[in-house]
């Protein structure tokens, strides 16, 4: 599975960005796509995700009522709608998907993802 994610950029607090992650190959395979973000000496950590099938989503407390997770009906694109942006909010943005179904238990964890898109930096400042 090939990811590419976009959508990236600098906005002012309380601004919105949305973020899409263009997804190809062998998707049929796929239990979830996630979104995760490395902010500068952090490790990654994990921002929202979607269930392949039936379309349940997660999200992290630090995020949720703010960010949004959505797909398309063809399941090719993976969008992070975010709004309210904060400064603490400035990192790199990854999308995943995963093959494991282990991450139907735990779709917080980055170890459950086996494929990586890279990254696309959003920065949240004045």
């Known amino acids: 599975v090939q990811l590419q994610a976009s959508g990236g950029g600098l906005v002012q607090p309380g601004g919105s960005l949305r973020l899409s992650c263009a997804v190809s190959?062998?998707?049929?395979?796929?239990?979830?796509l996630g979104w995760f973000r490395q902010a500068p000496g952090m490790e990654r950590e994990f921002v929202a995700a979607?269930?392949?099938?039936?379309?349940?989503?997660y999200y992290a407390d630090s995020v949720k009522g703010r960010f949004t997770i959505s797909r398309d009906n063809a399941k090719t694109t993976v969008y992070l709608q975010m709004i309210s942006l904060k400064p603490e909010d400035t990192a790199v943005y990854f999308c995943?998907?995963?093959?494991?179904?282990?991450?139907?238990?735990?779709?917080?964890?980055?170890?459950?993802?086996?494929?990586w898109g890279q990254g696309t930096q959003v920065t949240v400042s004045s």
């Open positions: 979607i269930m392949w099938t039936g379309g349940t989503r």
């Open positions: 190959g062998r998707t049929a395979s796929r239990y979830a």
């Open positions: 995943a998907s995963s093959s494991v179904r282990a991450v139907i238990l735990t779709p917080r964890s980055p170890r459950q993802y086996d494929d």
